[in-house]
């Protein structure tokens, strides 16, 4: 299949119009959305997630498609926010069969019109703590829930020695829920002391006061949540100033335009922790293998496209053991081709074949085991920690996450 290039400017110009690969709604196929950030905080992320979504449909389609009928995406830009999020999901409603692609503002918009619309949704980028308890009825999450992202952050500064913290938080869902954890952890878990909390509003010209606010007080590191556009402004004037404090930034500041623009930095001066692939597995094997086959090159990392993959290959799989479409039917279905026990597979032939043979299937995905708890979230998510080396996000080493730091243990 063709690979789609859709630029900013692009996303623009269509004002948000649908775009499908695919054929007519009368064509027969089978219609998986693709409503994530085209455009806004989130487009970083835009182009090697659709490459990890649409190797996953050019699998499904080699491999025969979906109850015999091919498979397509329909792709539609939210502007990075919840209003777009809902419009977008509006436009293509009554298009699609199932959701993917959605990050956590979307989510949260969306999270009573999806059981009552019976659209099964998988959750690639949402680490909204909103999903912690509200998660596992028509949508499920394959990504480390903001509350271990929270917790890890707080627990890479415990063990890093410093005992005085500073937040710097864009007033996003997004940005927040990973910051509040990280607060919550930092002083009633590890006893540290938060000596400023800044939050902002996102879209403004300059974040200079917010900055100077932060780092008044001395603090040794200082937590950063934001979106690339306000982090890319935040660092530039951290940098001017001089300050020399720790960074200890949130997920969606890991991307190339951070990495760059921190790339004068000393190694170890900005930092964070977030959740990985397991690269040996062979679930991750045949996804490279897949990437490469698409896209022409080798797949990036820590940028969903591996959870991107997994969506709509256990939403096809979830489609096979149910032997049908329907919303409510294929929602009971996607734990169980996700959970133990069953035949352990690692990629969708064997897990077609497997279940055309009668049998129950545990689909292990090249982002992680995608073991779900009764909530449809990540029971163990591997973590690690990330540093900037020449420009670029590198894993510096994992890290196990110190269940006493559990803000409800």
């Not at 196929?29 to 835009?46: E, V």
């Not at 999020?85 to 979307?106: P, Q, W």
């Not at 000596?195 to 200079?208: E, H, I, L, T, W």
């Not at 990036?300 to 496209?305: A, I, K, R, S, V």
Request: charged share 20%.
């Amino acid at each position: 299949m063709k690979r789609i290039f859709l630029t900013l400017a692009a996303a623009s110009l269509l004002g948000g119009l649908a775009i499908s690969c695919g054929g007519d709604d009368d064509s027969g196929t089978i219609n998986f959305g693709f409503l994530n950030g085209l455009s806004g905080d989130y487009s970083s992320w835009a182009a090697p997630s659709l490459d990890g979504a649409q190797a996953a449909i050019d699998v499904i389609n080699a491999n025969g498609g979906v109850l015999g009928r091919d498979v397509r995406l329909v792709i539609e830009d939210n502007q990075s926010t919840a209003e777009g999020a809902v419009s977008g999901y509006n436009r293509i409603r009554d298009e699609i069969h199932a959701l993917g692609g959605v990050e956590s503002d979307g989510a949260v918009a969306l999270l009573s019109r999806l059981p009552e619309d019976q659209i099964p949704t998988i959750c690639p980028a949402c680490g909204t703590t909103e999903l912690d308890e509200k998660g596992g009825n028509y949508i499920y999450r394959i990504t480390a829930s903001d509350t271990a992202n929270g917790i890890i952050a707080a627990q890479l500064a415990r063990d890093l020695g410093f005992s005085k913290v500073a937040l710097l938080v864009q007033q996003t869902e997004g940005a927040e829920s990973p910051a509040n954890v990280f607060k919550q952890v930092w002083e009633e878990k590890v006893g540290g002391e938060v000596v400023a909390d800044v939050r902002f509003a996102p879209g403004n010209p300059s974040y200079q006061a917010e900055v100077q606010q932060a780092f008044a007080n001395g603090p040794e590191a200082v937590y950063i949540g934001a979106g690339f556009e306000a982090g890319l402004s935040i660092i530039s004037e951290y940098i001017n100033r001089g300050h020399e404090a720790t960074l200890l930034v949130s997920p969606d500041m890991i991307v190339p335009p951070i990495s760059e623009a921190a790339a004068q930095l000393p190694t170890g001066r900005l930092l964070a922790a977030v959740a990985t692939d397991d690269f040996g597995s062979p679930a991750y094997t045949a996804f490279d293998a897949a990437h490469n086959q698409y896209v022409g090159s080798p797949p990036p990392t820590g940028f969903y496209e591996t959870n991107q993959y997994d969506q709509y290959i256990v939403l096809a799989l979830a489609m096979t053991a149910a032997e049908s479409t329907d919303g409510e039917k294929v929602n009971e279905q996607i734990p169980n081709v996700m959970n133990s026990p069953g035949t352990k597979v690692y990629n969708y032939p064997d897990g077609l074949a497997a279940l055309e043979r009668g049998e129950e299937i545990d689909y292990d995905g090249a982002s992680s085991d995608l073991e779900l708890n009764q909530k449809g979230n990540i029971v163990s998510p591997k973590m690690s920690v990330r540093q900037i080396v020449g420009g670029e996000y590198e894993e510096r080493n994992t890290i196990a996450m110190d269940p006493a730091l559990n803000p409800v243990s």
